[in-house]
């Protein structure tokens, strides 16, 4: 799909230069720069494109969406700083290069992370043009994500896995690690493009069906992709022997479950009477993924 990967790499610069003038300015910062090293080292920056994606189903205004889609990969990025550090999946290279705490040390890396948080609710709540119960609602969307029921707990319970973990357990920690932040960078385009409430329940249906299938196919990348072309040692899962979707079921069942929640996020989107061809085309495109 060339022409998807096109749009994707259009939305991919839009934010990456969004991100760089959201961020800090450089100014002899040891901080500041280990914020700038791990925001703009690269990514597929799908979180944002998510916002864009949805927002462009209602209207919004430029500038609003730029800051939600800053707001949701500060967000984004502060968890992956964190979740490199030696305490708790202890990685070394991240999108092809060395994660913050190898690049600068642990205690920068964790303050990074501790910085990056709170500027994504910062940016929400500075936009003027915005409506006060529409920030409000994108701040709860966003501090439910990363909660101690979202994102955070999903952390705890990757840690704490074992062999003898079901199905359904495995798609628990996986909601709240990864479909959590998904869903809300959908609900915030949703929000900000003024959607209603019927709209925006089916969205986050929606993203709840790409979340695991996109984090299902991480698993499967992490098996099959070389470093080259994921940007982390390929095998590193099997080698911490972390419990992922391949190892629990196979390849084989990974790729039809995968595909399977693909075409039921599909499904739901066709309740919305909009126009979701751009939100369709990433659906097959996270599924199909090599990085």
């Not at 800051?67 to 990685?91: G, T």
């Not at 500075?126 to 501090?143: E, G, H």
């Not at 072309?229 to 629990?248: H, N, R, V």
């Amino acid at each position: 799909m060339p022409e998807f990967e096109d749009l994707i790499q259009a939305y991919q610069e839009r934010v990456n230069q969004a991100l760089k003038i959201a961020l800090p300015p450089i100014n002899n910062s040891r901080l500041v720069d280990a914020m700038h090293y791990s925001v703009l080292n690269g990514g597929k920056r799908l979180r944002p494109i998510l916002v864009y994606l949805s927002s462009e189903l209602g209207k919004t205004e430029t500038s609003i969406a730029d800051a939600a889609a800053c707001a949701v990969e500060f967000i984004h990025c502060y968890s992956l700083i964190h979740d490199d550090l030696p305490a708790m999946d202890d990685d070394k290279l991240r999108r092809g290069k060395p994660t913050c705490h190898i690049k600068f040390d642990e205690a920068t890396a964790i303050l990074a992370g501790d910085a990056l948080q709170p500027m994504a609710y910062e940016l929400i709540c500075s936009l003027d043009n915005l409506p006060d119960t529409t920030k409000i609602s994108m701040v709860n969307s966003l501090t439910k994500a990363c909660s101690h029921n979202g994102m955070v707990e999903g952390q705890m319970k990757d840690m704490q896995l074992n062999k003898a973990v079901s199905v359904d357990a495995l798609d628990l920690m996986h909601e709240q690690k990864t479909g959590r932040l998904i869903e809300a960078s959908i609900e915030l385009g949703g929000l900000i493009g003024g959607l209603n409430s019927d709209e925006l329940l089916i969205l986050k249906a929606y993203g709840q069906k790409i979340g695991l299938a996109f984090q299902i196919r991480d698993d499967i990348i992490d098996v099959e992709s070389p470093s080259s072309e994921s940007g982390k040692p390929q095998g590193s899962d099997a080698m911490k022997e972390k419990i992922t979707y391949p190892s629990l079921v196979g390849i084989k069942e990974s790729k039809i479950r995968s595909q399977e929640l693909a075409e039921e996020a599909l499904e739901i989107l066709t309740s919305l009477n909009l126009k979701t061809d751009k939100i369709n085309s990433l659906t097959s495109y996270v599924v199909t993924r090599n990085n």
